[in-house]
Every structure is written in structure tokens, then in C-alpha cells.
């Protein structure tokens, strides 16, 4: 997305007014006011038209990082605060982009900035310029030129701890796209007077002092120096040292600086051995020796010196020394050596020193600008910075501040010719009429001093050149003669009358009135420094140095190029390098920074309003601001004037459809602003007074006050109006969503409802379908049935003639033999389990079937028997036979049989056979016993019982002993006639014997046993199958035993409770045994 684009301009948030044209009222007070104000603001620049005054804030200021540079890159003069960087950008862009060379003047006093305003203007050029490998080390070269000639030109004076002691011009070139190709320094006048001497407080040029902390001991061991400032003459001590200044770091910096800058190691072993030479220099002292012809010559008083300096220089000792001794004139072919005294051998010394410490200063500055010279021969174009030393008024001003002050004069009136030439060149451009300016042009004052026939160099160089004694008061006299007349030359000795009782102006002393104010030169050492004499002898002497660098430094020192013709003066030379320097910054457009020092103490904050009036004054700033708005105060192109003040007319905001210069036309009319106010240019608007601007300010501070709640307004309504809309829409998304989920629900619960009622139908039809459907079926079955009935009945009548016969009968047969057929069928799927003893049996169907279901009862009953029997084994069958007897035998005839059936038979109840006690026994039977069980044998007299064991074998049955085992009786089978026992529930049984046997002798026996069915059973099975005859079993309440001879009746009667549920027997009479049964 582009930028978007913020219109600023100077006029906003401004602190006093940035520009000084706008000031109203205009007067000093209210410019230094303006100054002071913005000053305390930290805003230190100020603008006048396009001239920018830059106040001094002694303190580093936020205001020149990067971001800074991007802000000002690329913006209108008028658009931002006023800074140097917008007057920088200026310059470069009309450079780059419509080729006019520039040239960047800054002036002011010494300590006013001037350096450091150089420096911020090239490293933003260098930082908005183009970039790349060789643009950036040609920039890197052009940068630190900076730190190396400020090493050797700059030192500390009372007003400024790094004070240029030369003038500097550099052309920065560049090629047509605006990248930098190189540059060319020029140097002017360095102060060369300060290597031998220096005020006090102040100090010589920073090299020495940075030679001396900064080189390592190997190095000044090599220089023969020593690190003690004090053992050097020329440095002074009373301020060796500065504040915040760090020499031996310094020193690091310059000799990097001078290999970034291309110098060879030798080369700047040579410097410093040049430096290191110009020191000692100033160690060497005299001593007067008397001559014969009584004058005085001067020795040199400790040769210890000279010998390291001629080792050092390469120099012939003795040359040396004799060119500080003598003085050779040559005149007409003619050579004239004359002695020196001390005094002449001390000024040939710091001659010397001056002269070799200036020449490698210019030497320096050469071999700069070979490094830095551009390598192409392309077209290029300039951007010149003239940092020149500022306008100097001393207690004692001799020849350099004259020659800086004259200087300063010749800028000033370039500064006055090309602002005034532009503003005029403007108005013809603009087509507004011109009107006259008045102004104080200092023409005069440069005339006075550069005049040829009679200006004040002109003057000194003549006397100077004048044959004859030629002193500083001549001079003076012959400047009493000639300028007297002046206005602005005042002089004691003059021949006019104005200052002959000027006590503040002494005798030996002329004053200037110069445009920054008077100024009292000391006419003493004038014409010494003009001539700048060294004596020959001494720069042959330096011709023939062993070292090549001081040996270029003296061309002149050569005999074969000795040229007696006299160098021009100092005053002469720089005379002429100003004009040259005039000429070319005439040929560029000119910017102006015009830099003001706050206060003499080089310190923050402080703003001393009597220093920066006397500034303002002869700065001529009041003039400047004047001269600009001599005709009209404001000026400003019609497009961003348009754009500033359409919103103050309906017709111009917010859009002006047509050319802008009509569109201001309208504006003005509109706000009703007298006529004569303004004026309409070819491109810019011309307003005549501030007030005017001010007015149209006001004006759109109000109306932006006012747009801003239009703004906040439509704003405020639109952000309403978004959200309400936002909020509908959503409102409507929801109600939407809503809806359809609701509709879906309905739809969801409709078609539900509809499927379930349309399946009810559905049933109810396909019911009413189906019943119509059976209903019919029905019929159909109904009108069959009845058709077949009715052709039964039909085909019945018709045949019943030949049926009636037999037909019943045969109906009748075929219906029992269905029924019977079907009984069968019924009867095999209900005959009952196959347990003998299941007393189920399904119920007859029929009457008729009555006997056959009865039959056929028995038969199942049978087959089921036959096959229970068929699972059985054969001793099974035996007990179920002995059983099956038993039942024969007693079933419903004893009451004892019930009881009996559940017991299982045992026979032999006593095991014979194993009991040993029953041994004799045993051996005494070799049949098989059936029965061996111990029985109660009933005693015949008294009906008491004893128990006797009783054995039944196949042929006999025996009693025996129970205790001893011995057989008691032995009665055959075959004797045995009958058993007797009675219907009730008692185990009373009489065996009968035959009578006549001879078993029977003791009568029949009564016995007592738990197991009278069981014996009686087995003693009629034995029996029968070993006699094969059935034995009678009389089964009676009463019967007769017999014993021995008599009959006995045992009577058995129920219902005797006494003696338990055990059955007693009692004998009653001879012939009765009753037997009580419970
Ligand atoms: N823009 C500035 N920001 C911060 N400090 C400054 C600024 N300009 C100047 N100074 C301070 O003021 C001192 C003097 O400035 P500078 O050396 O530029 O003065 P000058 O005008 O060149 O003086 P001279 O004529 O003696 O060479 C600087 O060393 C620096 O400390
Ligand atoms: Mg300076």
C-alpha cells in the first residue's frame, strides 16, 4: 500500500515563528527573542527565506540520527522544522535533479559551529547519495579528510577547543545520477603563526599533542621525541591538555583516517617526521658570540638538538647551522652573506618552523585531493562547502585577523549580491514588479582593503616592495596618508581631525570599521608576516634534506631554479585565492548557513543576548530578513499554498478542479483579502506582509478545528452507521439462519406428521383393501361352497335312486374306520410313560371304543411290564419271584404283608460262615442254607419265648442253639404239613409237622420273627420245589397247635395296648394261648 502522504508544513506546531520573514514586528529585539525562544526549545534552526541560522547548542542533540536523514529525504524546503539537513537536501536535490552546482557558505564566529555544520551537511549528502562499493569508499575518503585536516589545521582557542585555524573550501563532485565521483579541497591561509607562538589559554595545532599521548614509545624513540610536553619549546602548557578531549585516541583515529584516505605508511612516517622535526626546531636556542667587528653573531647553544633534527631531516648539520648564523643576499650577481644576531637567528628559526609546518599543511591537503580527485573525466557537477574561519575580533589583531576579517568582508558582500541578485531574479521570474531595497552594502569596506591603487594590501604590499627601511609605522603612516578620507578607516594619525582625541584608538593602530563591527589592528608585524620572508639560506638548506618530503617542500631552495625575483606577499597571494573563490561561488547557486554562537563559555543552555545581538548585527541577519521581505514577506507556490488554505473557501474545498493559481485567486477573494496585499507571481503567490500569512493561519486552524469535528462527526456517524448496518446484516445472517432452522424443524415435524397420517391412510386402505379383498374371497368360497352344495344336493338327487341302497352302510364303515383309524393315530401320540407303575392312561374317546381302550390299557400295561422285566438279571427275577409269591401268598390276607414289601429278602441274616462261633454249625449243615435267622421259639408251657437260630435248607429245616450254635431240632421238608399265622399285624407263625413223623414227637413248633413273610414265603418255595407239593398256609385268628399230645387253641386278639406295639403271648389255660396284638 503506498505511504500515505502527510502534508506538513513549516507553519505547524511551530515555536516562535521558523521563519524569520514572518516575524511582525520586526526588530532585533524581536529576532534575538524568536532566536532565544526557539533555543530553549532545543529548536536550533532557524530559517530566513532560505537561509538557515543555526544557533550553537554546545550539547549533542537527538536530531541527526538516520531517522532524521529518511524524514527530510525528499521533502520541500518549507515542509518540515527548519533543520540543516532540509537546506541539505535542498542543495542536493536541485544538484541532482536540475544540474545547478551548489555551493553550501556557512559563516560565523569562531566556535559558532561552521565545522560541524560542514560535517552534518556532508555526511547527509553522503547518506542520501547513492550506494554501492565505490560510492561508499569515495565517500568514506571524502569523510575522513575531515578528522585528518582537523588534526592539522584545527587547535584550541579561547573560543573554541577545536577552532579551524584555516579556511576550507571543498567541491564534492558527483556524476549525473547524483552518486559521488570525488572532490577537491582548497585551503586557505592557515594561522601558521600559532606553530611558534600561542595566546594564552590557548594551545599549538592538535597534531603535536596527539603525536606525543597517541605514538607508542618505538615510535617516538624513532622521532627522538619524548612524551613530556613540557620539553618543547613551541607547545604551550597552560592548556595542554582539553576537556572531553582524548589526544592519544584522536591520534589512532587521524592515522586511520589517513589510511582510509589512501596515504602509504612511509608517507605518513614522513609527516610525522616533519612534525616531529618542527618541534624540536622550536628547542633549538642561541647565544650571542662577538664578532670582531663588533657585532654580535648568534650560535646555536646546544648543537644536542640539532644533531637529531639534521638525523631526523637528513640534513647537513652544518648547513643547517650555518643558515642559522648567516644571511646570504644576492643582489646583481652578487653575494653578500651577513652574520645574524640572536634575535634575526630566533626569527630565521621559527621562520622555519612556521614555513615547513604550513608547507606540509598545503602539502597535506595536495595529497588529499589526489586520493580523493575523481577518477572519471565525465562531466560533473558541484556541490561546494565552504567552512572558513570566522570573523575575529581580538584584543590584539594583527595581520591574520585582517586578512580572516577581510575574508569574512568579501562573504559577506557575495552573501548580500547573491541574495539580493536572486530575490531580484525571482521578481523578474515571477514577473512581480521590483522594488528598491535599502540595505548596508559593504562593497565599501572590501574596496577599502582590496583596492589596487590605494586599498590597504595594495598599500602594504607596496611598502613592502619598497626600497628603503621599510617598518611597521611606515606603513601605518603611508594607510593615514591614503585612506584617511575613508568612512570606514579610522586612524589616530590621520590627517583628519575625528580621531585625533580617539584615546581608544592608539597610536600604532588602525581600526576598520567593518560590516560585523569596528575592528583595532596593531599595524606591529605587518610587514613581516606580508612578506612571510624565509632566508634563502634556509630553504636550501632544506632543498638538500636527505628527506624527500621536506625536500619537495622547498622547491625555491634548489640553486638551479634560484629565481630573484620576490615571492608574492601573504597578503597578495590570499588576495588573490579570495577572488578565485568568489569567482567560482558566483558561478554556483549559493546556500547560506549562518551559524550563531549562544555564549563564550562553550557551554549548554545558555543564551547571551548581548553576544547574539552583536551576531545578529553584524551578521546582518535584521538586513537579510529586510531585504527579503522588502518587497513581499511570503512567498509560496500556488499548488502547496491551494493545498493549504482550500478548506477556507466553498468553491476551493475540497477539490479545485481547475488551475491552482485560479484557485487561490478565488480563495483570496473570497476571504476578502485586500488587493494590495498580495500579488500574483508566474508560479508563486507574493504576500506582502506577515499579518496576512498569520491571518490565513488563524483562519485554518479554525477551519481545521472545525473540519476536524466535521471529520469527528462523519466519523462518528459513519462508524454508527457501519456498526448498525454490520449489526442489521448480522441480524438478518441470524434471522436468516433462524428462519430456516425453524422452517427446517417445521418442515421436519410436517413431513413427520404427514408420513404417519399418510401411513394411517395407507393401512386403513390397504385393510379396507384387504377385508374387501378376503370379503370377496369369501364369496367367492361361499359361492363355491354353495355351488357345491348345490350340485351336491343336485347330483345327491339325482343320484340318490341309484345310491339309497347300500350307501348308509358303507358311510357308516368308512366314518368308524376314520374314527378308529384316528384313535390309533390319537392313542400313539398319548400313551403314557413306560413305568410299570404309571397309572395314567389317556380317557376313552368313544362309548364304543370302551373295551378295546380297556384292552388296549392292558396290553400297553403288559408290553411295558414284559420289557421293565426284560432289563432285569436273573437273581433280580429271583427276588421279584420270591416277591411275586410273597403277594400270592399273603397279599390282602395278613395285615403284616403291607409292611413287608420294602423290605428286600435277605435269607441268611446270619453270616455261618464267617462267625466262627457258628462253626460246629456250619460244618454240621452241607447244604445250601436259604435261611439263617435268629427266631423266637414260644415255650409250649408258659407261652414265654426263647431264641432259637432257624435254618433252612433245601430238604430240612433246623433250630439251633443261639449261644453255643448246636443244633437243637432237624425237621425234613417233607414233614412240614402246614403253616399257620394269623391275618393281623404280628410275626406269630406255627409250623405243623406230620403227624406220626418223628419230627413231630415234640409237637408243632410256634415261633415269633421279624420276618415271617419272608421265611413263610421261602419255607413254601423250598417246599414246593422239593416236595412238589404246595404247603398250606392257614391264615386265621384261631387255629390248633398241636403239643405233644395236647391240642392248643392260639387265639390272637387286637387291641392289647399294655405292653406297647410289641405283640404278647400268654398261656391262659392248658388249651389256649392268647396272643395280644397291638
Ligand atoms: N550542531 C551542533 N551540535 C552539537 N554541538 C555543536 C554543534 N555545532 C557546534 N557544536 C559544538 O561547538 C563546538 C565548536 O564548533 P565548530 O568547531 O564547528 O565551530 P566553528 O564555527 O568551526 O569555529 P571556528 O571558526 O573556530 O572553526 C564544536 O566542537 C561542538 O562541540
Ligand atoms: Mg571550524
Known amino acids: 500500500m503506498a505511504k500515505m502522504e502527510v502534508k506538513t508544513s513549516l507553519l505547524d506546531n511551530m515555536i516562535g515563528v521558523g521563519d524569520m520573514v514572518l516575524l511582525e514586528p520586526l526588530s532585533e529585539e524581536t529576532v534575538i527573542n524568536n532566536l532565544k525562544k526557539r533555543f530553549d526549545h532545543n529548536e536550533i534552526y532557524t530559517y530566513i527565506g532560505s537561509v538557515v541560522i543555526s544557533v550553537n547548542p554546545y550539547r549533542s542533540l537527538p536530531i541527526y540520527s538516520p531517522e532524521k536523514v529518511e524524514d527530510y529525504r525528499n521533502r520541500n524546503f518549507y515542509e518540515l522544522s527548519p533543520h540543516i539537513f532540509a537546506l541539505s537536501d535542498e542543495a542536493y536535490r536541485s544538484l541532482r535533479d536540475q544540474d545547478k552546482d551548489q555551493c553550501i557558505l556557512i559563516t560565523g564566529e569562531s566556535g559558532a559551529g561552521k565545522t560541524e555544520a560542514s560535517k552534518l551537511v556532508m555526511s547527509y549528502v553522503a547518506a542520501v547519495c547513492g550506494k554501492g562499493a565505490e560510492v561508499n569508499q569515495v565517500k568514506e575518503q571524502l569523510l575522513q579528510s575531515n578528522p585528518v585536516l582537523e588534526a592539522f589545521g584545527n587547535a584550541k582557542t579561547v573560543r573554541n577547543d577545536n577552532s579551524s585555524r584555516f579556511g576550507k573550501y571543498m567541491d564534492i563532485e558527483f556524476d549525473f545520477k547524483g552518486d559521488p565521483l570525488g572532490g577537491v579541497i582548497s585551503n586557505y591561509l592557515l594561522e601558521k603563526s600559532r606553530v611558534v607562538k600561542q595566546p594564552r589559554g590557548e594551545r599549538n595545532f592538535h597534531v603535536f599533542y596527539q603525536l606525543l599521548s597517541g605514538a607508542s614509545e618505538e615510535l617516538l624513540n624513532k622521532l627522538k621525541l619524548e612524551r613530556d610536553f613540557s620539553r618543547y619549546n613551541y607547545l604551550s602548557l597552560d592548556s595542554a591538555k582539553v576537556n572531553g578531549v582524548d589526544d592519544a585516541a584522536n591520534f589512532r583515529t587521524v592515522r586511520n583516517a589517513m589510511q582510509i584516505v589512501g596515504f602509504m605508511d612511509h608517507e605518513v612516517e614522513s609527516v610525522l617526521e616533519v612534525v616531529a622535526a618542527v618541534l624540536k626546531l622550536g628547542n633549538i636556542e642561541f647565544k650571542p658570540e662577538s664578532r670582531v667587528n663588533g657585532l654580535d653573531e648568534s650560535k646555536i647553544k646546544d648543537k644536542n638538538e640539532l644533531k637529531e633534527i639534521c638525523e631526523l631531516t637528513g640534513i647537513d648539520q652544518s648547513v643547517l647551522e650555518r643558515a642559522f648564523s648567516f644571511r646570504t643576499v644576492e643582489a646583481k650577481q652578487e653575494k653578500v652573506s651577513t652574520t645574524l644576531n640572536v634575535a634575526q637567528a630566533y626569527y630565521a628559526r621559527d621562520a622555519l618552523a612556521k614555513n615547513l609546518y604550513s608547507r606540509l599543511f598545503s602539502w597535506l591537503v595536495n595529497r588529499i585531493n589526489e586520493s580523493i580527485k575523481a577518477q572519471t573525466k565525465v562531466r560533473k557537477k558541484v556541490m561546494g562547502v565552504l567552512d572558513i574561519y570566522g570573523f575575529e575580533i581580538f584584543e590584539d589583531n594583527s595581520f591574520e585577523q585582517f586578512i580572516i576579517n577581510y575574508c569574512n568582508e568579501k562573504l559577506q558582500q557575495i552573501f548580500i549580491e547573491l541574495t539580493l541578485k536572486e530575490e531580484q531574479e525571482e521578481y523578474i521570474r515571477e514577473d512581480i514588479e521590483w522594488t528598491h531595497i535599502e540595505y548596508f552594502n559593504n562593497a565599501i569596506i572590501c574596496d577599502l582593503i582590496e583596492n589596487n591603487t590605494n ?31 575613508h568612512q570606514h578607516f579610522e586612524s589616530r594619525m590621520s590627517k583628519c581631525s575625528r ?16 560590516y560585523a563591527g569596528k575592528v583595532l589592528y596593531q599595524v606591529e608585524g605587518f610587514v613581516d608576516k606580508n612578506n612571510d620572508l624565509l632566508y634563502r639560506d634556509l630553504s636550501q638548506a632544506m632543498w638538500k634534506a636527505g628527506h624527500a618530503l621536506i625536500k619537495s617542500l622547498f622547491p625555491e631552495g634548489n640553486p638551479a631554479k634560484i629565481n630573484l625575483k620576490r615571492p608574492p606577499t601573504a597578503g597578495s597571494q590570499f588576495k588573490a585565492s579570495v577572488a578565485t573563490l568568489m569567482k567560482n561561488l558566483q558561478t554556483k547557486n549559493p546556500n547560506y548557513i549562518r551559524c550563531i554562537k549562544p555564549n563564550d563559555k562553550k557551554a549548554a543552555h545558555i543564551f547571551n543576548e548581548g553576544l547574539v545581538c552583536h551576531q545578529v548585527r553584524y551578521l546582518g541577519l535584521l538586513e537579510n530578513v529586510r531585504v527579503r521581505r522588502a518587497g513581499y514577506a511570503f512567498r509560496q507556490a500556488y499548488e502547496p499554498c491551494l493545498e493549504r488554505y482550500k478548506m477556507l473557501c466553498k468553491q476551493t474545498w475540497p477539490h479545485w478542479k481547475g488551475p491552482a493559481r485560479a484557485g487561490v485567486e478565488v480563495l483570496f477573494n473570497e476571504l476578502e483579502i485586500p488587493v494590495e496585499e498580495y500579488s500574483f507571481g508566474r508560479s508563486k503567490i507574493f504576500i506582502r506582509n506577515p499579518r496576512t500569512l498569520f491571518k490565513l493561519e488563524d483562519l485554518r486552524k479554525q477551519r481545521l478545528e472545525d473540519l476536524a469535528t466535521l471529520i469527528q462527526k462523519i466519523y462518528r456517524g459513519w ?18 439462519w433462524y428462519r430456516r432452522y425453524a422452517q427446517q424443524k417445521r418442515y421436519q415435524q410436517i413431513k413427520s406428521s404427514a408420513l404417519v397420517i399418510q401411513s394411517y391412510i395407507r393401512g386403513w386402505k390397504a385393510r379396507k383393501i384387504l377385508r374387501e379383498l378376503k370379503h370377496q374371497k369369501r364369496c367367492e368360497e361361499a359361492a363355491t361352497t354353495i355351488a357345491a352344495y348345490w350340485h351336491g344336493t343336485q347330483v345327491r338327487r339325482e343320484y340318490r335312486k341309484f345310491f339309497r341302497a347300500n350307501a348308509g352302510k358303507k358311510i357308516y364303515e368308512f366314518t368308524l374306520q376314520r374314527i378308529v383309524q384316528k384313535y390309533f393315530l390319537e392313542m400313539k401320540n398319548k400313551v403314557p410313560s413306560l413305568s410299570p407303575i404309571d397309572k395314567n392312561w389317556p380317557s376313552r374317546p368313544y362309548l364304543f371304543l370302551d373295551s378295546t381302550h380297556k384292552e388296549l390299557k392292558r396290553i400297553f400295561h403288559l408290553w411295558r411290564c414284559k420289557k421293565y422285566r426284560d432289563q432285569f438279571t436273573d437273581q433280580q427275577k429271583l427276588i421279584y419271584e420270591e416277591k411275586l409269591e410273597a403277594s400270592e401268598l399273603f397279599k390282602d390276607k395278613k395285615a403284616l404283608y403291607p409292611s413287608s414289601v420294602g423290605q428286600p429278602f435277605q435269607g441268611p441274616y446270619l453270616e455261618i460262615n464267617k462267625n466262627p462261633k457258628y462253626k460246629k454249625l456250619k460244618d454240621a449243615i452241607e447244604e445250601k442254607i436259604i435261611i439263617a435267622e435268629v427266631v423266637n421259639k414260644i415255650n409250649r408251657a408258659n407261652g414265654k419265648s426263647t431264641s432259637r437260630i432257624f435254618l433252612l435248607t433245601n430238604n430240612n429245616l433246623l433250630l439251633a442253639d443261639q449261644k453255643s450254635g448246636q443244633i437243637k431240632s432237624e425237621v425234613p421238608l417233607v414233614d412240614v404239613t402246614k403253616v399257620s399265622m394269623s391275618s393281623q399285624n404280628d410275626g406269630f407263625f406255627a409250623v405243623h409237622l406230620k403227624e406220626g413223623s418223628e419230627a413231630a414227637s415234640k409237637g408243632d413248633f410256634l415261633f415269633s420273627s421279624d420276618h415271617l413273610i419272608e421265611m413263610a414265603t421261602k419255607l413254601y418255595r423250598t417246599t414246593l420245589s422239593q416236595t412238589k407239593q404246595k404247603l398250606n398256609i392257614e391264615i386265621s385268628d384261631e387255629f390248633l397247635v398241636q403239643f405233644r399230645q395236647d391240642k392248643v387253641c392260639v387265639k390272637f386278639i387286637q387291641g392289647n395296648q399294655k405292653n406297647g406295639s410289641v405283640p404278647t403271648c400268654k398261656r391262659k389255660n392248658n388249651r389256649l394261648l392268647e396272643v395280644a396284638v397291638p
Open 719 to 736: 462508524k454508527c452507521r457501519t456498526h448498525f448496518l454490520l449489526m442489521r446484516k448480522s441480524q438478518i445472517v441470524i434471522a436468516a
Open 499 to 514: 580621531f585625533l582625541n580617539d584615546t581608544s584608538l592608539p597610536h600604532s593602530c588602525f581600526r576598520i570599521q567593518h
Open 455 to 485: 586599498g590597504i594590501l595594495a598599500m602594504l604590499d607596496e611598502e613592502c616592495l619598497r626600497p628603503g627601511t621599510v617598518t611597521d609605522e611606515t606603513f601605518l603612516e603611508k594607510l593615514n596618508q591614503v585612506c584617511a578620507t
